[in-house]
Structures are given as structure tokens and as C-alpha cells.
Nanobody, 120 residues
């Protein structure tokens, strides 16, 4: 079993910042990549950013220059620093991890999400 626990969501005013954290635990040999996705009401879940174990990152265009993803491999933790938040960033943010549970078996796991609300 692998569990992802997210924290750091909440309510901020436009222009403010939040730092999301996600910790993976359980049967883990290594984690290939970790990422953040978000889903607003009435919309599909979309990629925000992800990062590989080697530190390579990908960002959605709508967050470039505002959000920064990072990870601590030793702690199986990924972070999302969210600056200059806008009302359009309102969504449930989900953590995803590609987990190697053996040297050959890889599975994807999702957190249950954390709400980010931005007031105008």
C-alpha cells in the first residue's frame, strides 16, 4: 500500500501565496515522478506541474513564472510553491506519484486532494 497525504491548501487573497506538500508512504522502493494536478468545478483534471527523481520539471503554461515544484527524495515529499495566486487558480489540487514497489513494478497513486481557494 502507498498513501499520499497532502497539506497546505486553504484560503488566500488574490496575489497571495500557498505552499502545498505531499508525503508518500508505504511500500516504496523509489518514486519515478511526482506531480500536482488540479480540478475546478465543471472542468477536467489538469496537470499543474511534475518533477522526476532527477529533478526535471514540467509546468503548465498557466503557472509558469508563478509556481515552483520541488521534491525531497529522501523524504518522498513533493512541494508546490504557489505565488501570485489568482481566482482562476481555485480548484482541488491533487498529488500524484509514480511509485516503484519492486524494481520492475510501477503503479500510480493519487492523494485525495486539498482545496485551494483564492478570493478576489
Amino acid at each position: 500500500q502507498v498513501q499520499l497525504v497532502e497539506s497546505g491548501g486553504g484560503l488566500v487573497q488574490a496575489g497571495g501565496s500557498l505552499r502545498l506538500s505531499c508525503v508518500a508512504s508505504g511500500r516504496i522502493v523509489s518514486i519515478r515522478s511526482m506531480g500536482w494536478y488540479r480540478q475546478a468545478p465543471g472542468n477536467q483534471r489538469e496537470l499543474v506541474a511534475d518533477i522526476t527523481s532527477g529533478g526535471s520539471t514540467n509546468y503548465a503554461e498557466f503557472v509558469k513564472g508563478r509556481f515552483t515544484i520541488s521534491r525531497d527524495n529522501a523524504k518522498n515529499t513533493v512541494y508546490l510553491q504557489m505565488n501570485s495566486l489568482k481566482p482562476e487558480d481555485i480548484a482541488v489540487y491533487y498529488c500524484k506519484a509514480e511509485v516503484y514497489q519492486t524494481w520492475y513494478e510501477r503503479n500510480d497513486y493519487w492523494g485525495r486532494g486539498t482545496q485551494v481557494t483564492v478570493s478576489s
